[in-house]
């Protein structure tokens, strides 16, 4: 499976779009790009995916770069309940059963 | 009406008992998961059913055994509790097995051991 990076940390206003980095330069043609994020004491909660095209739903939006090196989760209009911890992860879909590995993730700090 | 439940939602014990931790979803779905969260903050998979029938078994210890019942249920049975079991353990579901998207979660178990 493609590594991912994600900037640690990062904060956003409230209000305002929050855009956050993921970096999967040896990404190959079969993996999808998937987001989760994690609200301090609840389990991950799904947020999008994408194979090459980009995404958009209730949500967010997600960007891939033509080449697939890289993706953007875009939060619209982040608001103070956006604060969690952001996860990408790359992942080739498999008959035999899909082991959704979860990183370090990027801490989002929504500000008022 | 939640979707993923799991209870306990806390549990404190202390070294060497044994404990179980249910977990029930209502979604439908025919896959389910274990996964745990140590202090780290880092999720790894531990189990995974697929229609009642495991399809996968993380480097484990073999005093950790799931269980399934029907597709609507895995539990999570934990023989001789060790101080490093102390986590916080979740259930997962999803429709579709071979896919990473639309995974729902449990609110968790924190497991204390002590």
């Known amino acids: 499976d493609a590594k991912t990076t994600q900037p640690t940390s990062m904060d956003c206003a409230e209000g305002r779009a929050a855009n956050l980095p993921c970096n999967h330069s040896?990404?190959?043609?079969?993996?999808?790009v998937y987001w989760y994020r994690q609200i301090h004491s609840q389990g991950p909660q799904y947020i999008i995916h994408?194979?090459?095209n980009n995404e958009t739903n209730e949500m967010a939006s997600l960007i891939i770069t033509e080449d697939r090196k890289s993706s953007t989760l875009i939060l619209p209009h982040a608001t103070l309940r956006d604060t969690a911890v952001y996860y990408c992860?790359?992942?080739?879909?498999?008959?035999?059963?899909?082991?959704?590995?979860f990183g370090g993730g990027t801490r989002v700090l929504v500000k008022p | 009406d939640t979707a993923v439940s799991q209870t306990p939602k806390y549990l404190v014990t202390q070294m060497g008992n044994d404990k179980s931790i249910k977990c029930e979803q209502n979604l439908g779905h025919d896959t389910m998961y274990w996964y745990k969260q140590d202090s780290k903050k880092f999720l790894k998979i531990m189990f995974s059913?697929?229609?009642?029938?495991?399809?996968i078994n993380e480097t484990v210890p073999n005093r950790f055994s799931p269980k399934s019942p029907d597709k609507a249920h895995l539990n999570l049975h934990i023989n001789s509790l060790e101080l490093g079991d102390s986590a916080v353990y979740f259930c997962a579901s999803s429709q579709d097995f071979g896919s990473g998207y639309g995974y729902t979660f449990g609110s968790g178990t924190r497991l204390t051991v002590v």
């Open positions: 992860i790359v992942r080739v879909v498999k008959a035999a059963g899909n082991k959704l590995t």
């Open positions: 994408g194979l090459k």
């Open positions: 059913y697929n229609n009642k029938e495991l399809i």
């Open positions: 040896t990404i190959s043609g079969n993996e999808y």
